[in-house]
């Protein structure tokens, strides 16, 4: 079966969620936590989403050691700094990728059917507005 644009998109979304979690874990800011609870929510609506257009598509797991990554790195980062400002550089980094890979993805898979393409376009835009409120907290106007 091939990989198609659904499942790289699955892929950026449970990596997104896992971070998010993960994050709100480490995150004592009030501000800051609302605005990953919300992320959280829409990751969970985009996963659903993904499951009840997927039919027999091959769907990306998250990989175990990705994960285990991404978490060893941001609580290394917020070891050695815990400031709300450096917490919303590292989800701009993510995002960053986020829309990276799934901006590759959509030319990579341009005939992918509509529904798809649609759902990955809806998930890029969330991405972006998502990364554009983190600005705020980088430079430290948020909180």
């Known amino acids: 079966m091939e990989k198609g644009l659904l499942?790289?998109?699955n892929g950026n979304v449970q990596m997104g969620m896992e971070s998010t979690r993960h994050m709100i874990e480490l995150c004592d800011d009030e501000a800051l936590r609302a605005c990953l609870l919300d992320d959280?929510?829409?990751y969970e609506k985009f996963e659903n989403a993904i499951v009840r257009i997927k039919g027999k598509k091959l769907i990306k797991p998250l990989s175990p050691m990705a994960e285990a990554g991404t978490e060893w790195a941001m609580d290394m980062k917020i070891t050695f700094n815990d400031s709300v400002e450096n917490m919303a550089k590292m989800l701009i980094k993510?995002?960053?990728m986020g829309i990276k890979?799934?901006?590759e993805n959509l030319e990579r898979f341009s005939d992918s059917e509509e529904d798809d393409k649609e759902l990955a376009k809806g998930y890029l835009r969330f991405m972006k507005e998502a990364r554009a409120r983190y600005e705020g907290?980088?430079?430290g106007s948020c909180h």
Do not use: N
């Open 40 to 42: 959280l929510h829409a």
């Open 7 to 9: 499942y790289y998109l």
């Open 137 to 139: 907290f980088a430079a």
């Open 101 to 103: 890979d799934i901006s």
């Open 94 to 96: 993510g995002y960053d």
